[in-house]
């Protein structure tokens, strides 16, 4: 199973950022999405294509429907510039998979 | 939550490594485990997974054959046995709990550095 995403995205400050996931019918999958900055661990930022861990800012939000999953950033701020990496699980195969991540440049 | 890898380092192609993950804070018993790499420069790459008994293993078609996941109840510890290494193969390794009853990763360690290289 093979996911794709833009490999950069570029928002000024206060306005919204949508980054795009894309895969075969990966509305019926669970998409989840990691933030990842230089030189730290990835963190989870949304599961199950729209939940929120609770230490997530609201402005994150996430949505998922025919073959595009998307993960908005509403009011953009300097600390979410980061890689951004949509993850499903393949249950066919049983594994698990990234996308190549879209880096998220905040002018 | 706490996930401490070690067991990185520099080695010879065709040589073997294993890398340890130390945790603490939730029931060990209680999840599957995860290693995830990261190549230099590159994304994420989902790499092997453990059930939560150890009866089960699942791997990346990449490391199939050459890597073997395992896991100690009594130490809370994960491991990845890494042989035949391969230049490939050089990553920040990271170990990964899921979200409980999910297919996603809520916490990670901060990774251990392999280099293969002569």
């Known amino acids: 199973y093979v996911l794709t995403q833009s490999p950069s995205v570029s928002v000024a400050p206060g306005q919204t950022a949508r980054i795009t996931c894309g895969g075969n019918?990966?509305?019926?999958?669970?998409v989840h999405w990691y933030q990842q900055k230089p030189g730290q661990a990835p963190q989870l930022v949304a599961f199950?294509?729209?939940d929120r861990p609770s230490w997530i800012p609201l402005r994150f939000s996430g949505s998922n429907s025919g073959n595009t999953a998307t993960l908005t950033i509403t009011g953009v701020e300097a600390e979410d510039e980061a890689v951004y990496y949509c993850?499903?699980?393949?249950?066919?195969?049983?594994?698990?998979?990234f996308g190549p991540g879209t880096e998220v440049s905040v002018l | 939550v706490q996930l401490v890898e070690s067991g990185g380092g520099v080695v010879q192609p065709g040589r073997s490594l294993k890398l340890s993950c130390e945790t603490s804070?939730?029931?060990?018993?209680?999840?599957?485990m995860h290693w995830v790499r990261q190549a230099p420069g590159k994304g994420l790459e989902w790499v092997a997974v453990?059930?939560?008994?150890?009866?089960?293993?699942y791997y990346a078609d990449s490391v199939k054959g050459r890597f073997t996941v395992s896991r100690d109840t009594v130490r809370s510890t994960l491991y990845l046995q890494m042989t035949s290494l391969t230049i490939a193969d050089t990553a920040v390794y990271f170990c990964?709990?899921?979200?409980?009853?999910?297919?996603?990763?809520?916490?990670w360690g901060q990774g251990s550095l392999v280099t293969v290289s002569s």
């Open positions: 019918n990966i509305g019926k999958k669970g």
């Open positions: 804070g939730f029931s060990f018993t209680s999840y599957a």
């Open positions: 199950d294509d729209s």
């Open positions: 993850q499903v699980w393949d249950s066919p195969t049983d594994h698990y998979v």
């Open positions: 453990i059930s939560l008994n150890g009866d089960s293993e």
């Open positions: 990964a709990k899921p979200g409980f009853g999910g297919y996603f990763f809520e916490d």
